[in-house]
């Protein structure tokens, strides 16, 4: 059902946790599986220096929170907010039709993290 680098990331999360002083927080859910997501970011120079996620979720969930970390830590906030949830599925080998969802997430959170950075700086949403 799911791909060994879904599985290793729901195993072995990387970047679970909360930044304390984060520029920017994006919060998300999906009322009708119940996943709920936090990320969490800190920009330098234009650049996300550190990103982090708090899931509640099921696997997919976490793995997508997981990968997206990971695709999104070091790139400008435009090249992130290019971050798509068909391309957080492709980064996993692919996820079930029925999980598709849970990407939707993660990218969400992301983007809401940097339309919230952009906000408290004056920068508009785009």
Do not use: W
Request: glycine letters at 12%; one cysteine or more; charged letters at 30%.
């Amino acid at each position: 059902m799911y791909t060994e680098k879904v599985m290793d990331h729901f195993r072995n999360p990387r970047n679970m946790g909360v930044i304390e002083d984060a520029d920017g927080i994006g919060e998300v859910g999906n009322p009708t599986c119940g996943d709920m997501m936090r990320i969490t970011i800190k920009v330098k120079e234009d650049r996300l220096d550190d990103v982090k996620f708090q899931t509640l979720g099921c696997g997919a969930a976490v793995a997508t929170s997981s990968i997206v970390t990971e695709m999104a830590k070091g790139k400008t906030l435009d090249e992130a907010m290019d971050i798509t949830n068909k391309s957080v599925a492709e980064e996993l080998g692919g996820l079930p039709a029925n999980k598709m969802h849970c990407s939707n997430l993660a990218a969400d959170g992301l983007q809401e993290a940097i339309k919230d950075y952009r906000s408290k700086k004056g920068g508009g949403e785009g």
